[in-house]
């Protein structure tokens, strides 16, 4: 973190901004600025370089040919991957999710390479897609609560021995692999299929990107009202029989 400023990176809006991704973002800033801490947010175009000094990068989902596009120009940048070399922290959704991984299929239905930020990798899933609401258990490791979100998802991504599970569905898909994962993680680079805004659906996990950013075990409680009823409207709706 800069010393004025937490900088926020909103990776291509033009390209991976699917069902309002782009509240990860909004929610990042305001649970900063409710501690009092500056915030920077730098939205990215696709036709613009990654700055390597960002503290927080955010990738939204897209479809597959913008999802091909954001992969192709990630890669020839490579200004995330030198980011994440200096320490950035990354949460990246559904598309962006499978282009931080190793391998994914794009819209030509061709094996393309992703930025390898994550020991994972995504094929087609045969079966019926991985849409709805999803109620998972978050990594003890990372000490949050339940999370909820939304998926809608064609994908199977797996998930190597250089990755841990982001979480563990109790209700959802998650990962399309039948093991019950949900995502992944190491280090200071998540990966998640859920939609939802998920930061909004679940701010704590806001809350450990700043505190990742800040290098702090704790930061001051905020209002959480809201958050929470949100959060209850939308476990109760994935609760109830389909």
């Given at each position: 973190?800069?010393?004025s400023s937490l900088r926020v990176v909103w990776v291509y809006p033009d390209l991976l901004s699917?069902?309002?991704?782009?509240?990860?973002?909004?929610?990042?800033?305001?649970?900063?600025?409710?501690?009092?801490?500056?915030?920077?947010?730098?939205?990215?175009?696709?036709?613009?370089?990654?700055?390597?000094?960002?503290?927080?990068?955010?990738?939204?989902?897209?479809?597959?040919?913008?999802?091909?596009?954001?992969?192709?120009?990630?890669?020839?940048?490579?200004?995330?991957?030198?980011?994440?070399?200096?320490?950035?922290?990354?949460?990246?959704?559904?598309?962006?999710?499978?282009?931080?991984?190793?391998?994914?299929?794009?819209?030509?239905?061709?094996?393309?390479?992703?930025?390898?930020?994550?020991?994972?990798?995504?094929?087609?899933?045969?079966?019926?897609?991985?849409?709805?609401?999803?109620?998972?258990?978050?990594?003890?490791?990372?000490?949050?609560?339940?999370?909820?979100?939304?998926?809608?998802?064609?994908?199977?991504?797996?998930?190597?021995?250089?990755?841990?599970?982001?979480?563990?569905?109790?209700?959802?898909?998650?990962?399309?692999?039948?093991?019950?994962?949900?995502?992944?993680?190491?280090?200071?680079?998540?990966?998640?299929?859920?939609?939802?805004?998920?930061?909004?659906?679940?701010?704590?996990?806001?809350?450990?990107?700043?505190?990742?950013?800040?290098?702090?075990?704790?930061?001051?409680?905020?209002?959480?009202?809201?958050?929470?009823?949100?959060?209850?409207?939308?476990?109760?709706?994935?609760?109830?029989?389909?």
């Amino acid at each position: 973190m800069s010393e004025s400023s937490l900088r926020v990176v909103w990776v291509y809006p033009d390209l991976l901004s699917t069902y309002g991704d782009q509240g990860n973002a909004l929610v990042t800033a305001r649970r900063a600025q409710q501690r009092g801490l500056k915030v920077t947010r730098i939205d990215v175009r696709s036709d613009q370089r990654i700055p390597t000094s960002g503290d927080i990068y955010l990738i939204g989902g897209g479809e597959d040919r913008p999802q091909r596009l954001a992969a192709e120009r990630l890669q020839r940048d490579g200004g995330l991957q030198r980011a994440v070399d200096n320490g950035a922290i990354v949460f990246a959704v559904c598309a962006g999710y499978q282009i931080i991984g190793h391998e994914f299929v794009n819209d030509l239905g061709e094996r393309q390479s992703g930025l390898g930020l994550l020991d994972v990798v995504t094929v087609r899933g045969e079966g019926p897609r991985c849409v709805g609401d999803v109620l998972a258990d978050i990594d003890d490791r990372l000490g949050l609560p339940q999370l909820t979100g939304f998926e809608n998802h064609q994908g199977v991504t797996r998930l190597g021995q250089g990755v841990r599970p982001f979480a563990r569905v109790r209700i959802g898909r998650g990962n399309g692999t039948g093991d019950g994962t949900e995502g992944a993680w190491r280090d200071t680079v998540i990966g998640t299929y859920m939609h939802g805004p998920v930061l909004a659906r679940n701010p704590q996990v806001a809350d450990l990107l700043l505190k990742l950013a800040l290098d702090v075990n704790a930061l001051p409680p905020v209002d959480d009202r809201w958050y929470e009823a949100l959060r209850a409207e939308r476990i109760a709706a994935a609760r109830q029989p389909a």
